[in-house]
């Protein structure tokens, strides 16, 4: 079963059982995931649909912060419950000593010596985690070690 298959399973089940926090978070996932098939006139593979719901996650976790500062905690909360159910349909994440590994592999096989070759390593490193760690906070280590 395909990403998206499990996707509207998980949606019937969330409808059976009345999980009104977990269905709406799928079906806005559904609806970003039609979208992007519709406008790029595209069948998404399992990949594009990680894509879409990392894509998700980043925002999610941004309205979160935003509520937070707001000082509307209770929109905080929900934005967090939805980050939570965005992640069960995410691969496993690389643990950080796996991250650090990568990267430093990375930088030898590129040869990269400073910052303006960190456009080089991060193109190895995304296409060896696809979707399996947050290229923010690996961009961040990418730095600290090439600066």
Do not use: H, W
Not at 36 to 51: A, F, P, Q, S, Y
Request: with cysteine; proline share 1%; aromatic share 2%.
């Amino acid at each position: 079963m395909g990403l998206k298959e499990s996707i509207v399973a998980d949606m019937k089940v969330a409808m059976r059982d009345k999980e009104t926090i977990r269905l709406e978070t799928i079906r806005l996932l559904r609806a970003a995931i039609q979208r992007k098939e519709v406008d790029d006139r595209i069948e998404l593979n399992d990949e594009g649909v990680v894509l879409i719901v990392q894509k998700m996650v980043k925002q999610c976790v941004d309205a979160a912060d935003q509520f937070a500062k707001g000082g509307r905690q209770d929109l905080a909360d929900k934005e967090k419950a939805n980050i939570a159910i965005l992640q069960g349909y995410l691969p496993e994440q690389l643990s950080s000593d796996e991250i650090q590994s990568i990267i430093e592999e990375a930088i030898k096989s590129t040869g990269a010596a400073s910052m303006k070759d960190m456009g080089k390593v991060i193109g190895v490193i995304k296409s060896r985690t696809q979707g399996r760690a947050d290229m923010g906070a690996v961009s961040t280590k990418i730095k600290a070690l090439l600066s």
